[in-house]
């Protein structure tokens, strides 16, 4: 096994990885701060924290070094930014090689015009978010993911956002709660 040749502190580090971060109330507050407006100054997240502002420095620190909050970033809304066109696809490999795959996943990272792809289970092997400016910027986008792989590209045209991306249902997690409950 990889993780016993490897050295005790390495090792730690690996389950560290595929293990949840220990969150407490305060790390909460934080996150929950964070996900509303992520503008929020250093100050004004300690008052929220109940925090000095070099505390919440470092707190906000850990969470970022720890990768639970993996980039701070504005929402830009398509539409006003000149990108009027939104589209989900649904999109099938023609061959399923680890070579194909790689040229595909390729491809969809190196287009400005899609801004989310995940890899899912079930009859579609991807579903991409895409904007596009016009038609015609929308078809050269599915033309070069249908020459770098994609064999069924199923198209759907979103009307309107019934909910804008919401912040994660935090909680404090168990490890933590019970510590806390021990003091």
């Known amino acids: 096994m990889l993780a016993e040749s490897l050295p005790l502190r390495a090792n730690y580090e690996i389950i560290d990885r595929e293990m ?80 194909a795959t790689l040229a595909f996943e390729d491809q969809v990272r190196a287009m400005p015009q899609i801004t989310a792809a995940d890899n899912v289970a079930g009859e579609m092997d991807y579903l991409l978010s895409i904007v596009a400016r016009d038609v015609a910027e929308l078809q050269q986008v599915l033309a070069r993911l249908a020459t770098h792989g994609g064999q069924r590209l199923v198209t759907y045209l979103r009307l309107e956002e019934v909910k804008p991306p919401s912040p994660l249902p935090l909680a404090p997690t168990l490890p933590a709660v019970r510590a806390r409950r021990a003091r």
Not at 24 to 33: G, K, P, S, W
């Open 20 to 99: 949840a971060v220990l969150l407490d109330d305060v790390d909460i507050r934080l996150l929950t701060a964070l996900q509303g407006d992520a503008d929020r100054t250093n100050v004004e997240l300690a008052r929220l924290a109940g925090l000095s502002p070099a505390a919440t420095l470092h707190r906000v620190r850990r969470l970022k070094e720890s990768g639970v909050i993996r980039v701070i970033s504005a929402r830009v809304d398509p539409v006003a930014a000149g990108f009027p066109l939104h589209v989900y696809v649904a999109a099938s490999l023609a061959r399923h090689e680890p070579r």
